[in-house]
């Protein structure tokens, strides 16, 4: 079972699956719910903090998890950390990437950028054109840390790897763009 | 077979999934002829209810034929070819919690009952296609589906009539009912309701057939409010007045006797500058729902009266008035519905006309086209109040 939403709470170790029942009560409610737990329900054991054990259950009618709405979250909660990192800290992004004539507007900019298409990602994943948005954003950014790695920028090590970075986010973005704006909803869009 | 799928926040898909199997000997399976999307399954759509998995099957009110029965079910009357109605829930009928009639908080059928305890301190019921904390069943927005506990779950119902006819006893003619029996309306009473969707406007058919005085019926959408007016509400439109100050208005300067909430988790206003707070608030979980009619509801209430609350909330709720509650002597009555409690005398009154249900249903759809119509639901397009799904 993976439990999505970043609220709930997260056992720390799986200790067993299926078959192996929590010992909590021996008869009562809890028996007759244990009774209920059959080899066609997958369940997973896990053991807590405080050393007690917690089953999870869930269903084996269940359509394939799709992929793409957890890389689109979790896009949107990335660029809201960058968004805040520009936003509240522009000299640090200046100083990280060796931008000494660069006013700090323009790493505010940047931050609210970042925070407009996080935002919007964090509370609708499926919003496609934000997606793309965010590509024709990272095609900016790659030309311009393209330029800071040049040899007279000292800071060019740390350029080189906000370019890896962004290169990659741009992987994830058009990959997630593309799949969000061709899933179909209405039967046919199993596993995208 | 196909069933609409929660794949994410507001990411809904009608997608293949494996057929259901009778998994124990009291399980049944039902062939879907009808099944609806409830304003709580917007809840979970929007993200709202945590331990939602990629690849829930979403659904809680449906409605079909009986295709499969397991032995115990059959022992206990059921069998293939019955018509019956799905509640939201599943029940032992024989744990506790059931003998008392407290059938949303059966001690049994939740399989999850631990992550239910770690939530809420205690456990819930089972329920369908509600998230992991109450079972992680799949739901009913499916062509078939599996129903644990069969012949203790299950309301049988005649084999004429349409479907749209008994088809709201799984979930919000139930809630509504019990939203007003909550409120233990006499019959001086003014009862405030908030919020006029489906429930809402079961609450004030529930409450005047109760008896009351006057139902006041709050809301900001003309075709709702429409209808609620038509059930013999009086109507305050919340985008034309402040609530709180109608109210007093409208009751000698006291508030109403009984004031119930059919809004829940995601109530809008009461300006744009506090929704915003909440907003805010709930984007960062220092809570997890905007509890506005609530807030409103006890803070309107009437000194010694009761605040009934069937709309739904999941986790945490900042600035509730509980000042108010606590110095004006209020009683705070809620839970998900006992459907079982109330299926009885519904059926009846059904059977006999005196509640025709079917008046809220607004659009009629196949399965397929739920994903779009779980978005016409909550952006309240088109005039839509109830959506029904044909598999």
New interface residues.
């Given amino acids: ?9 997260r056992p720390r170790r799986k200790t067993a699956i299926s078959g192996d029942r ?1 010992a ?1 009560d021996s008869a ?3 028996a ?2 244990r009774a ?3 080899k ?2 997958p ?1 997973r054991t896990f053991r807590l903090p405080n050393g007690k ?14 992929v ?3 890389i ?2 979790l896009l949107g909660q990335n660029a809201i950390g960058l968004g805040l990192w520009g936003l509240l800290a522009p000299k640090g992004v200046n100083r990280f990437l060796g931008l000494t004539n660069s006013p700090q507007r323009t790493q505010a900019l940047f931050g609210a950028r970042e925070m407009a298409t996080g ?1 919007a990602l ?5 919003k496609a054109l934000v997606l793309w948005a965010r590509v024709a954003g990272d095609v900016f950014d790659i030309f311009l840390l393209r330029s800071l790695t040049r040899p007279h920028n000292p800071k060019r090590g740390n350029a080189k790897l906000a370019l890896g970075v962004v290169l990659a986010v741009t992987v994830l973005d058009v990959v997630a763009a593309a799949r969000m704006t061709t ?5 046919q ?2 596993g995208s | 077979m ?2 609409i ?1 929660w ?15 009778l ?2 000997s ?1 399980d049944a399976i039902i062939r879907v002829t009808s099944t609806c999307i409830c304003g709580s399954d917007l809840h979970l759509m929007n ?1 709202f209810v ?8 979403m659904g809680h009110e449906p409605m079909g034929e009986v295709v499969e029965v397991g032995a115990e079910a059959r022992a206990k009357g059921l069998k293939v070819g019955d018509r019956v109605v799905v509640p939201f829930q599943m029940i ?1 009928g ?3 919690q059931c003998q008392a009639g407290n059938f949303s908080v059966c ?9 239910a305890r ?1 939530f809420f301190g205690d ?1 819930t019921a089972g329920l369908f296609g509600y998230s ?1 904390i109450t ?4 739901g009913g927005q ?1 062509e078939l ?2 129903v ?1 506990f069969a012949a203790t779950t299950v309301i049988k119902t005649p084999s004429t009539g349409a479907d749209e006819l008994y088809l709201f006893l799984s979930d919000i003619l139930p809630t509504g009912w019990q939203a007003a029996k909550f409120a233990k309306i006499k019959p001086a009473d003014t009862v405030a309701v908030w919020g006029c969707g489906p429930v809402g406007l079961f609450a004030i058919q529930s409450a005047l057939l109760l008896g009351a005085q006057r139902v006041i019926a709050i809301d900001d959408v003309p075709e709702r409010l429409a209808m609620a007016a038509g059930l013999g509400a009086e109507i305050l439109d919340r985008s034309q007045a402040k609530v709180l100050a109608a109210l007093k208005d409208m009751t000698d300067g006291h508030g109403p006797e009984k004031c119930i909430d059919a809004v829940g988790i995601e109530a809008h206003g009461p300006n744009p500058l506090l929704e915003l707070i909440d907003r805010a608030q709930t ?1 960062l ?1 220092l809570e ?1 729902e905007r509890p506005v009619a609530l807030r409103e509801a006890i803070m309107a209430c009437k000194a010694g009266g009761i605040v009934s609350v069937p709309g739904v909330y999941a ?1 945490l709720s900042n600035m509730v008035p509980m000042g108010a509650l606590m110095n004006k002597g209020l009683t705070l009555r809620t839970g998900q519905t006992h459907v079982k409690r109330w299926s009885d005398d519904l059926l009846r009154r059904i059977e006999q006309g005196e509640i025709d249900p079917t008046f809220v249903v607004t659009h009629t759809v196949p399965l ?2 739920g ?2 119509m779980y978005k016409t639901f909550r952006d309240k397009k088109d005039g839509c109040i109830k959506v029904v799904l044909k598999p």
């Fill in positions: 079972v993976s439990i999505q939403d970043p609220a709930s709470p929590p909590t009562g409610p809890e007759a719910r209920v737990l059959d066609n329900t369940s054990t917690m089953t999870l259950s869930t269903d084996r009618v269940r359509a394939k998890p799709a793409t709405p957890q689109s979250f935002m964090f509370s609708d994943p499926t899933v179909r909803r209405n039967g869009g199993a | 196909k069933a799928c794949q994410g926040k507001k990411d809904l898909r009608c997608e293949e999934v494996p057929d259901p199997i998994q124990d009291k993200g945590p331990t939602m998995c990629a690849g829930d099957v032992c024989e744990c506790e001690q049994v059928t939740n399989r999850n009952a631990d992550l770690a456990t992991h079972g992680g069943y799949a499916a589906m599996r644990p984007a979980k997890t986790g397929d086209r994903p779009e």
